[in-house]
């Protein structure tokens, strides 16, 4: 089971702040079940550091003792427009993929949906597969999930973070992750772990909602 989405690096964003918390944070991966991790840092104000994020990936790889771990960003689209589309996506795409996992912002109306589109036609015409982080947590989604199935249409995958199971990081995301999991909307479903107890909840999200989602993955 790869988990497609987490903030395992050590000492780089609002996740693992150590080394050690890093390895528990692997050893509750293992526990939930899962085989292989790609580390997802923010690439967002103020956390981004290309290189110290690279730098930290070389450390938790060399400590993993071979656990399977590869290296990719949760890209921010205000971020990604800041820096530049054709600049910066050949450097945050995952390593030897070609997945793009692309974070819309939280607060986002519906209006947004129409520079986002063309924002995911530039990834994808850059031969990008897009990859919607935690669809549940962006209020105009809230609002109308037909901006889900719009995001689906395009060509994008959807990616639930498993602490929806609790009520989310923002403490609205479950009715709406629920709701996109019945209409079988989701692809993957992914830890978004900042630190080792957030594991449970994978753990929890698979076995209660894997079934639910169009040739699921994980």
């Known amino acids: 089971m790869r988990d497609l ?13 150590s080394l050690e918390q890093s390895l528990e944070m692997l050893e509750a ?20 550091d290309y290189e110290a994020m690279w730098q930290s990936f070389e450390t938790l790889k060399q400590a993993a003792g071979g656990f399977p771990l590869t ?11 800041e820096l530049g ?12 993929t070609g997945e793009f996992l692309l974070e819309l912002d939280t607060h986002c109306s519906e209006r947004d949906f129409d520079e986002y589109e ?16 935690h669809p ?4 105009a989604i809230q609002e109308n999930i037909e901006l889900a199935r719009r995001l689906l249409r395009m060509g994008c995958k ?29 692809r993957y479903i992914a830890s978004d772990a900042h630190r080792p107890e957030h594991y449970a ?12 989602g169009a040739h699921m993955r994980v």
């Open 29 to 48: 991966a293992r526990a939930a079940g899962v085989t292989s991790i790609v580390c997802t840092p923010h690439c967002r104000s103020p956390y981004f």
């Open 118 to 133: 063309r924002t995911i036609y530039a990834l994808q015409g850059m031969g990008y597969d897009v990859i919607i982080a």
């Open 158 to 186: 959807l990616q639930a973070s498993a602490d929806f199971i609790a009520g989310g990081r923002l403490g609205r995301e479950k009715k709406p992750a629920i709701k996109m999991f019945d209409e079988m909307l989701y």
């Open 201 to 212: 909840y994978l753990a929890k999200a698979c076995s209660e909602f894997r079934c639910r």
């Open 136 to 139: 549940e947590r962006y209020r």
């Open 5 to 17: 989405h987490c903030h395992i690096l050590p000492a780089v964003d609002d996740g693992s702040q």
């Open 71 to 81: 290296m990719g960003f949760e890209v921010n689209h205000t971020k990604l427009l």
């Open 85 to 96: 589309v054709e600049q910066w996506a050949p450097y945050l795409g995952f390593d030897g």
